[in-house]
């Protein structure tokens, strides 16, 4: 018999917050609503999964009874702890959500903590238990302290003073808190053939993690504006690394729609090379040489091999097989189909990673990382092979599924890749065949300002011999590639501005099937925009790029967490969330605002030589 799917309220994907321990995360819906957790591998099925379906696919809903209630929320200042206020006309309560550090057993905890804080507010709470994306329904077994689910390789176990009422393949329970009480809800996964761990104190758990919030953001070295803003990006990435390996996932989500109701739904629980050189320069021009090294060495171990099998993305630990397939029974967040787990882009030729990877490198030397010694016979390998086959077309830093072409932005990090070795043979003193990549250094630059620009137009384009405009020209001036003042990079910003900049925000390009393989629409891409207000200011221009940035801050959500693209008509975020790329981009154009090395200076290469 067919499940009944209940109708919900329209949901955005700016009503969730973020909580995690750098092994595990969850998002909570501002109504407290739990949607999405992952297991310790954010590539490992879901418990929950209802934020890509109905409600029978798995949540954990936590109301508070009455007429009229007032929700707020906030974080805790510098620190993941999420506190949602529910208000009544009886009372007032607080439902306190975090994840702990996890114990020595490997267990990964969940813990929801509801304070009362003024008269009594009653609650009730309903957990609907679903494995592997909302396809597998748990053994439910209920025992003094709580109950236990398991599923295939996953096993659960809740710990609760609350008494809990198994029925109709869900969990419920109704209770009353008041002033000065507080209930505790301890959720524990455990892989099902090992024996449930032991259940940990909440408070003694809640202030732990508190002070390990605390101390962490104590170490950032951002002192400019909107340091507050600045902080939650740092803390976001912070939950988005994977601590056993340094590996640094792109959003914690798969499937949330770049478009609501259409097709354009990734999976992005992965690590992107690409996200390695911008992410290095977050890291340590805030103060984090520690995350910096961990992603570093992330990004050797994923790289190691033959050049040609050098991928795009890697898995946490860097597995290479990330199989794309559709589950076709989830509905897709409001409707986005289909449900895609995996990405296929992982088999795509992309010129621009081989940029990223000796970029990522050069940017750790610059700021003071070890590590370039261990690196080079790995680097040397890379640009011989990138020597061989730059001139062959690639899918794109916007991985398209059409044809492949030659892309201007994917020649420009080509170009990065042979100027950014040079510099490290130079600086460094190791061996390095010279004279063969300056050759092949110049004849990128050559070809790309002969092939890559429009003479009619004035303006870069997005492919040779295409009349489209791409947002990631901006990083032209960004890289060196040509001075910010060159009539050619001001020709390329202005086209942009008119033809890509829509209600003050930046489109990557303009989506064309023809082009990318997919039907048009999308929202604005975040990074693009924050890499214009990094053009802005690089061209003296501060007044345009304060405005820019101060326009971006409003796009994040009441929590400070950002999405992958924006909709300025709706005022909707879309895309996975919260992405790293759009807090990165946030970090690193803030230290450029503030008027920080490192950052703000990412196109200087500390030397003499023309960087044509």
């Not at 449930?196 to 909440?202: F, G, H, S, T, Y």
Request: aromatic share 10%; net charge neutral; charged share 25%.
């Amino acid at each position: 018999m067919p499940r009944k799917t209940v109708k919900r309220p329209e949901r955005r994907i700016e009503d969730f917050g973020l909580i995690g321990n750098t092994r595990s995360a969850a998002l909570v819906g501002r109504d407290a609503t739990i949607e999405w957790l992952c297991l310790p591998r954010f590539d490992s099925p879901a418990i929950f999964a209802a934020l890509l379906g109905d409600d029978d696919n798995g949540a954990w809903r936590l109301c508070a009874k009455g007429a009229r209630v007032k929700i707020t929320r906030r974080y805790r200042p510098g620190t993941a702890i999420l506190e949602t206020r529910f208000q009544t006309s009886r009372g007032v309560a607080t439902v306190i959500d975090f994840m702990p550090e996890p114990a020595t057993d490997g267990g990964v905890e969940l813990v929801r903590m509801v304070r009362g804080d003024e008269g009594a507010v009653d609650f009730e709470t309903k957990i609907t238990f679903r494995f592997d994306y909302g396809q597998l329904l748990p053994w439910v077994r209920a025992n003094p302290v709580g109950l236990s689910a398991i599923a295939g390789p996953d096993a659960i176990r809740l710990v609760t003073p609350v008494p809990l009422v198994n029925k109709d393949f869900a969990t419920h329970a109704a209770f009353r808190i008041r002033a000065g009480e507080t209930a505790s809800f301890n959720l524990i996964w455990h892989p099902s053939h090992e024996p449930a761990p032991d259940c940990r104190a909440p408070e003694p758990l809640l202030a732990q993690t508190e002070a390990f919030w605390r101390s962490w953001i104590g170490r950032s070295q951002y002192d400019g504006p909107h340091r507050d803003m600045v902080e939650r990006s740092l803390i976001t990435l912070k939950l988005l690394t994977y601590a056993p390996t340094g590996g640094l996932v792109a959003a914690p989500t798969t499937s949330l729609p770049e478009q609501l109701g259409g097709s354009r739904n990734w999976d992005y629980r992965y690590c992107w090379i690409r996200d390695a050189t911008l992410s290095l320069y977050a890291f340590l021009t805030s103060g984090y040489q520690e995350e910096a090294e961990a992603w570093r060495r992330w990004l050797m171990r994923a790289a190691a091999g033959s050049p040609q099998d050098l991928q795009i993305m890697y898995g946490l630990h860097g597995e290479r097989r990330l199989w794309e397939y559709e589950i076709p029974g989830l509905t897709g967040f409001e409707g986005s189909r289909p449900v895609r787990i995996g990405n296929q882009a992982h088999e795509q030729r992309q010129l621009d990673i081989y940029g990223e990877l000796v970029g990522g490198i050069f940017a750790a030397h610059r700021l003071g990382a070890d590590g370039v010694k261990e690196a080079w016979p790995l680097l040397c390998v890379a640009v011989d092979f990138l020597e061989g086959i730059w001139e062959e077309p690639d899918n794109g830093i916007w991985e398209m599924r059409g044809p492949r072409r030659h892309f201007v932005h994917s020649k420009l990090l080509a170009w990065v890749a042979f100027d950014r070795a040079i510099a490290l043979a130079e600086q460094v003193g190791v061996k390095a065949p010279l004279d063969r990549w300056r050759a092949a250094r110049a004849a990128v630059h050559a070809e790309v300002c002969e092939k890559g620009y429009d003479q009619k137009r004035k303006t870069f384009v997005q492919y040779y011999g295409g009349d489209t405009l791409d947002a990631a020209l901006l990083t032209m001036p960004l890289a060196g590639f040509l001075p910010v003042d060159d009539p050619r990079i001001k020709g390329t910003v202005r086209a942009i501005e008119k033809e890509l900049l829509v209600d003050g925000f930046v489109q990557r390009y303009s989506t064309r099937p023809e082009v990318d393989g997919l039907p048009p629409g999308e929202g604005a891409f975040l990074a693009c925009s924050f890499w214009l207000c990094d053009v802005y200011q690089l061209a003296g221009q501060t007044r345009k790029a304060k405005a820019l940035f101060a326009r971006l801050l409003g796009a994040a959500n009441d929590l400070g967490l950002l999405a992958e693209e924006y909709d300025p008509k709706s005022g909707r975020q879309l895309g996975n969330f919260p992405q790293a790329f759009s807090h990165v981009g946030l970090i690193n154009s803030a230290h450029i605002l503030a008027g920080r090395r490192g950052a703000a200076r990412r196109a200087e290469r500390d030397r003499d030589e023309p960087l044509g």
